[in-house]
């Protein structure tokens, strides 16, 4: 049984490779963007045990799995639950490449439209990731990864994954 737990800087990749990780291995998949945020406010993070209740409903429903998120808070609390890690630890330029040629994403938008209105503070949110210090950082990331005792692997490019 895999129990993988994918994380990284937006524009990263995760949700790109979760998505083949749980098409390839039959693994149910969970991107924890989808309810880490309040549903009337998305821009405003609902409280943290909120969403480790519905996460840890999650890992009892299923035997084998991925959930993909840059939220360090919420995966330092179900670390236990995982056998495998990928960071994805790109530099902010392919960060930023990949967030302006990414797809429409229906689960987060309403419309394309408003996915791009979104994209100038993705931009400056993507490269303030090396120096914030929440949950979203690369620090707690560095953390995350340094903490973790299973089978663990980061990489630096898209290309190295594929």
Known sequence: MRKILVF??????????????????NLAHLDLDTLAFKKE?????????????????????NDSWVIEGGYADIFEQ?????????????????????????????HKYESKEAQDKNLDMLI?????????EDAFSELAHNNLFDQFSGNKKRFTSNQAIT
């Not at 990284?8 to 291995?25: E, I, P, Q, V």
């Not at 406010?41 to 999650?58: C, G, M, Y």
């Not at 400056?124 to 914030?132: P, T, V």
Request: aromatic share 8%.
């Open 8 to 25: 990284g800087n937006s524009g990263a990749g995760k949700s790109t490779l979760s998505k083949r990780l749980s098409a390839d291995g």
């Open 124 to 132: 400056n949110w993507i490269l303030d990731y090396y120096s914030r």
């Open 78 to 106: 179900i670390l236990s639950h995982a056998n495998e890690m990928i960071y994805l630890d790109l530099s902010a330029e392919s960060c930023q490449e990949n967030a302006r040629n990414r797809e429409w994403e229906p």
């Open 41 to 61: 406010s998305p821009t405003e993070r609902r409280d943290i045990q909120e969403s480790l209740k519905e996460v840890n409903a999650f890992l009892e429903k």
